[in-house]
């Protein structure tokens, strides 16, 4: 089986540095040693498993994705930079004919869908990468289609606690709030609770301490106006793993997209997970 091809941008964030670990760990990935980054980087490269991983700056990105597509051929575009590159990086990877899968949250997430839509590349576009994460969206997507206003009535309540150096709120938790509004619940994005500080999440949440660096615990509580009924639904994650393997399974459903002819789509995790990954 030919080796998917695939290049890692954002490194050395956390994130993207997960991803090109078990890329290089997979047999059926090759990871171009190059990598787009952001203007605040002042590293030249960054090492991944023994792999040295040249870091490219915007001023020069232009140039570089010439020459690697010269050199490699059709490959495969990974990107966990930051929220403020989102649109630029996918208007960049739609000009040079990228196919990506897109895990970094925040950006005009209409715009990014239209850029694609135009384009004659498809992406594979999610705010949360964890399969069984996704699914249970998917359940709760269900539930609203199914059962609209269930809830009305109810008072509600999203907290979300993330690492210190995420400065967005949850992509995950701001999708649910979709979902609660079909059910009858009148909630804005600016109303989910975000968590950042280490202290609170170690002392008061219990979260464990090897993992205030890298997790994403969420929990969703309703209360009925009488306060006789009480429901919690809670999702926590320690680490970054689950979210580079559901990335990985991405990788393998866009590619198997393109092989089909697919230019100009969009697909979700939930149309991964449907493909079988």
Not at 23 to 35: C, M
């Amino acid at each position: 089986m030919n080796k998917i091809k695939i290049m890692v941008n954002g490194l050395p964030g956390n994130m993207a540095s997960n991803v090109a670990r078990h890329a290089l760990a997979d047999s059926r990935f090759e990871v171009i040693p190059q990598s787009l980054t952001g203007p605040e980087i002042t590293e030249t490269q960054t090492v991944i498993d023994s792999v040295s991983i040249l870091l490219i700056l915007p001023k020069d990105r232009d140039q570089a994705i010439s020459t690697i597509k010269e050199k490699e051929g059709l490959f495969l575009i990974v990107d966990f930079s930051l929220p403020p590159a989102v649109n630029g990086n996918a208007e960049f990877y739609c000009k040079h004919g990228l196919p990506f899968v897109m895990g970094t949250t925040g950006g005009d997430r209409n715009l990014l869908e239209d850029t694609v839509k135009a384009s004659p590349i498809s992406a594979v576009i999610a705010p949360n990468m964890a399969k069984q994460i996704v699914g249970f969206q998917a359940m709760m997507e269900y539930a609203a289609k199914t059962f609209p206003d269930l809830f009305k009535g109810y008072s509600f309540e999203i907290k979300e606690s993330h690492q210190k150096g995420k400065a967005d709120t949850s992509g995950t938790a701001k999708a649910m709030v979709r979902y609660f509004n079909s059910l009858g619940l009148p909630f804005a994005e600016e109303d989910i609770t975000k968590e950042r500080d280490p202290e609170i999440q170690k002392n008061v949440m219990g979260i464990p301490e090897e993992y205030l660096s890298g997790h994403g615990w969420h929990t969703y509580r309703l209360d009925s106006k009488d306060k006789t009924v009480h429901l919690e639904f809670t999702h926590n994650v320690n680490g970054r793993d689950v979210y580079a393997m559901g990335t990985l399974d991405a990788l393998m459903y866009l590619d198997k997209q393109i092989k089909q002819g697919s230019k100009g789509k969009v697909f979700s995790m939930i149309d991964v997970l449907k493909g079988g990954a």
